[in-house]
Nanobody
Framework: QVQLVESGGGLVQAGGSLRLSCVAS????????MAWFRQNSGVEREFVAS????????IYNDSVKGRFTISYDNAKNTVYLQMNSLKPEDTAIYYC????????????WGQGTQVTVSS
């Protein structure tokens, strides 16, 4: 099993930047793709970005293209989400997720980290 721990959330003004980190531990070799999702209270969880752990292959939600960048550091077993030009509508709890080989969906989730963007 894989465990995920996020960090890096906080309060930032509109136009500012934050970098989220998600450290993976456990049976990392089984992980095919890593992703970030976000959720506001009362709203369905939304896909933000994903990356193939072994070699790039990124996908982004249209709402964050050009502003957010997802990356993976194999030496540190860490996936990052660099968020620039933040907007108030980016405010949410951000979750890291792992898609393990042999499964049908993202089955491993972190505890989440709060991002708040003030106007």
């Amino acid at each position: 099993q894989v465990q995920l721990v996020e960090s890096g959330g906080g309060l930032v003004q509109a136009g500012g930047s934050l970098r989220l980190s998600c450290v993976a531990s456990g049976r990392i070799i089984s992980t095919y793709r890593m992703a970030w999702f976000r959720q506001n209270s009362g709203v369905e969880r939304e896909f933000v970005a994903s990356i193939i752990r072994s070699g790039g292959g990124t996908i982004y939600n249209d709402s964050v293209k050009g502003r957010f960048t997802i990356s993976y550091d194999n030496a540190k077993n860490t996936v990052y989400l660099q968020m620039n030009s933040l907007k108030p509508e980016d405010t949410a709890i951000y979750y890291c997720a792992a898609y393990e080989m042999g499964t049908a969906d993202y089955g491993v989730w972190g505890q989440g980290t709060q991002v708040t963007v003030s106007s």
